[in-house]
């Protein structure tokens, strides 16, 4: 029961009153994904505690995606891969579990780990498959659109 509602102040308080992102739930948060946003972001309806639900924006720590508006064609066509891969990691189950939670930058986002029904990483997966690179949470270099 008090464990029950640590979590829920604690994920309350970062869903509601944008925390810093160094305060940490570590979960596991169950979650059902909503919509595939980008190659590293997610709509998900979270049940952070019994019969309580609430739609959140994921941003999957650790990675970052081509963007879908770049101005590049070629970094364009690598967003929508990354996206069709996160589809397709996520379409056999719809449920993920969501671990070391924290706020955004961006108000009513959070970033998270997010685990797959099957126990593996997403962004783990999507890293192994190049179609993302590695994000610390700090400044992103700039995308390049020079043809290799």
Known sequence: MIKALVILCGIAAVFTTGAAARDEISG???AEILRVIDGDTLLVEAQP???QKMEVYVRIRGIDA???KSK?????????????ALEALT???????????SGDKYF?????????????????DLLLAGLVQSYD????PRASCDVD
């Open 66 to 68: 081509p963007e879908l």
């Open 137 to 140: 949470g700090g400044r992103k």
């Open 72 to 84: 590049c064609e070629r970094l364009r066509e690598a967003g929508l891969d990354a996206r069709r």
């Open 108 to 124: 009513g986002r959070i970033v998270a780990d997010v685990v797959l029904s099957d126990g593996r990483s997403a962004g783990g």
């Open 28 to 30: 596991p948060v169950a």
């Open 91 to 101: 379409a056999q189950s719809r449920k993920i579990q969501l671990t070391h939670i």
């Open 49 to 51: 505690w019994p019969q």
